[in-house]
């Protein structure tokens, strides 16, 4: 009875050994795939928040 119990939970370890393996794996492709458009993103804001200060300019010495 006690090797059914141990076969049992080996198989259960290995089954949860695979589910964390492929988590893990999954967040790691989903990180890797999304670090360029985060880039993109960012690298866009930033490029259209000084455009409008550069463009903009005259408003700010009027104001200061």
Same mark, same amino acid.
């Given at each position: 009875?006690?090797?059914?119990?141990?076969?049992?939970?080996?198989?259960?370890?290995?089954?949860?050994?695979?589910?964390?393996?492929?988590?893990?794996?999954? !967040?790691?492709?989903?990180?890797?795939? &999304?670090?360029?458009?985060?880039?993109?993103?960012?690298?866009?804001?930033?490029?259209?928040?000084?455009?409008?200060?550069? &463009?903009?300019?005259?408003?700010f010495? !009027?104001?200061?």
């Open positions: 009875m006690e090797e059914f119990f141990l076969h049992l939970w080996d198989e259960f370890d290995d089954l949860t050994g695979i589910c964390r393996h492929l988590a893990t794996t999954m !967040v790691a492709e989903v990180i890797a795939a &999304s670090a360029p458009a985060i880039a993109a993103t960012s690298g866009a804001l930033l490029a259209g928040a000084a455009t409008l200060l550069l &463009s903009h300019r005259q408003l010495d !009027v104001l200061a």
